[in-house]
């Protein structure tokens, strides 16, 4: 699909609670399509709308967020998790990084001295719920106009 600017209106929530993002707080959102700028699944009902459409719906999590199983594996020492702690495979852990933001990942193999994990978004297990209306698109492959002076004319003021 031809890329395209496009300016929308959307509010963005987990399904039946807390509102994650909206255009109510911070303004119209105005992305390039095909960037990688949002979630793709969201994406593809955008670029299916027209100028002044808008649609609601629920993503499931597994479609918004991916299929864990391509996300990479990450080895930790035993020694980084409490003694005693039981690390069975399919555990998710809740932590914070260094920075406090949080972090979830996954056991998914518990040897001797390493446990593999898989980092997982924050909202992986969670359901999408999204109000979206296209306000205006653009080509995205058009060069913006030159300025009036850049083609030896002036601007007329009355």
Avoid: W
Wanted: proline share 7%; hydrophobic share 40%.
């Amino acid at each position: 699909m031809q890329k395209r600017i496009v300016s929308l209106e959307y509010e963005i929530r987990v399904e039946g609670g807390e509102l994650l993002e909206s255009s109510a707080e911070r303004g119209a959102l105005r992305f390039v399509s095909g960037t990688g700028q949002l979630l793709p699944a969201l994406e593809q009902r955008i670029d299916k709308l027209a100028v002044d459409k808008e649609e609601s719906g629920v993503i499931p999590a597994k479609e918004a967020f991916g299929d864990e199983s391509l996300i990479p594996l990450k080895e930790i020492p035993r020694r980084e998790f409490p003694a005693g702690e039981k690390l069975d495979v399919g555990r998710v852990f809740e932590a914070r990084a260094a920075a406090g933001e949080p972090i979830r990942f996954k056991v998914i193999e518990a040897g001797k001295d390493l446990i593999k994990v898989r980092y997982l978004h924050p909202l992986h297990d969670k359901n999408i719920a999204y109000k979206i209306k296209v306000l205006a698109t653009e080509r995205a492959d058009r060069p913006p106009p030159l300025p009036i002076g850049a083609v030896g004319l002036e601007e007329v003021k009355e």
